[in-house]
């Protein structure tokens, strides 16, 4: 069950992506990211007092159990703190950058989540599993070889450094996911919620600090579109899935995190269909072979 939760994760993550690359477009980036932890907020917050007040069962698949235990709020917070700089990262990258060159980046998160799994957590995988890893990790080089035609340069390019930076936190952030989750049994729906609202704080002072004294001077002032709060809805939901996989004793973060990022199909196809994106042909075969590696995931699964 955990790996069909993890594959959902995946295509909703993947539409997230389109509709935070349509609203980052000549737009400014800090006010977006706020309002996309605002409108979290606003899903979650309900389902808190809801919880608290018994209109929801603790047997409800959304039910959140009421906590003020200060160590959990530590944790959560400090979850908050590294998710947001993930986000900050990304959201710069991804504005300036085509979402074929961006996304690839970040595909390659679950190497680094994979690397951390193994020595941190000491998990296995078995043959299929590491067939896929070999089949994923090599997919994700191929697709990123591809993005190079874009006469885009690593050296030379700080919004490429934006994206790594924001993968590399990402891959922290995974992993304390699974000690959170499972190995500290902090409930899922818990930190989920709870990150999500301490992010709108954490935001509003970035937002007061660092954007709202220059706002006036800025080249792309902010404008409102509607795409902006479906980057909250199917970001919450995307994660509601993948915090729920990660409850099962059996899942492995490695896993989890690789089939995730199979969401890259959709902003492909997103490139090719409504940004006409360039070389897009020549990156089919890269994308045959993250479809090969999430086979053989399912495989080493089941």
């Known amino acids: 069950m955990w790996i069909i939760l993890a594959f959902t994760s995946a295509m909703l993550l993947g539409v997230y992506d389109v509709f935070k690359k349509i609203a980052l477009r000549d737009n400014a980036v800090i006010p977006v990211l706020l ?8 899903i979650f ?3 808190v007092l809801l919880s608290k007040w018994g209109y929801i069962a603790e047997s409800h698949l959304l039910y959140i159990p009421w906590t003020l235990d200060p160590r959990i709020h530590g944790l959560i917070i400090l979850k908050s703190a590294i998710v947001l700089s993930s986000w900050i990262c990304a959201y710069y990258g991804l504005k300036h950058l085509p979402i074929t060159i961006a996304s690839p980046i970040n595909a390659t998160r679950p190497i680094l989540v994979l690397l951390g799994a193994i020595f941190v957590f000491g998990e296995q995988l078995n043959a299929w599993q590491w067939a896929g890893v070999i089949v994923s990790i090599l997919a994700f080089m191929m697709i990123s070889v591809s993005g190079k035609k874009e006469g885009i340069s690593l050296k030379h390019s700080i919004w490429i450094w934006m994206v790594i930076a924001g993968t590399v936190i990402g891959a922290i952030s995974g992993l304390y996911d699974k000690y959170l989750v499972n190995v500290l049994r902090v409930d899922k729906m818990v930190v989920q919620s709870w990150y999500n609202m301490y992010q709108v704080f954490m935001m ?22 509607w795409q902006i709060p479906f980057i909250s809805i199917f970001l919450s939901v995307a994660d509601f899935c993948y915090f729920y996989a990660l409850s099962y004793p059996d899942a492995l973060i490695s896993v989890v995190s690789l089939v995730r ?9 997103a490139g ?3 940004f006409k994106e360039k070389n897009i042909k020549s990156k089919s075969l890269d994308l045959l072979f993250v479809v090969i590696a999430m086979i ?3 495989l080493g699964s089941k």
Do not use: D, E, Q
């Open 272 to 274: 090719w269909l409504f």
């Open 35 to 42: 309002l996309n932890t605002f409108f979290c907020t606003c």
């Open 204 to 225: 509003g002072i970035v937002c007061l600090i660092c954007w709202a004294p220059k706002k006036h001077r800025t080249k792309h002032p902010f404008r409102w579109r």
């Open 261 to 269: 990022r199979s969401g890259v199909i959709v902003g492909f196809v």
């Open 296 to 298: 053989l995931l399912w």
């Open 45 to 47: 917050l309900p389902l």
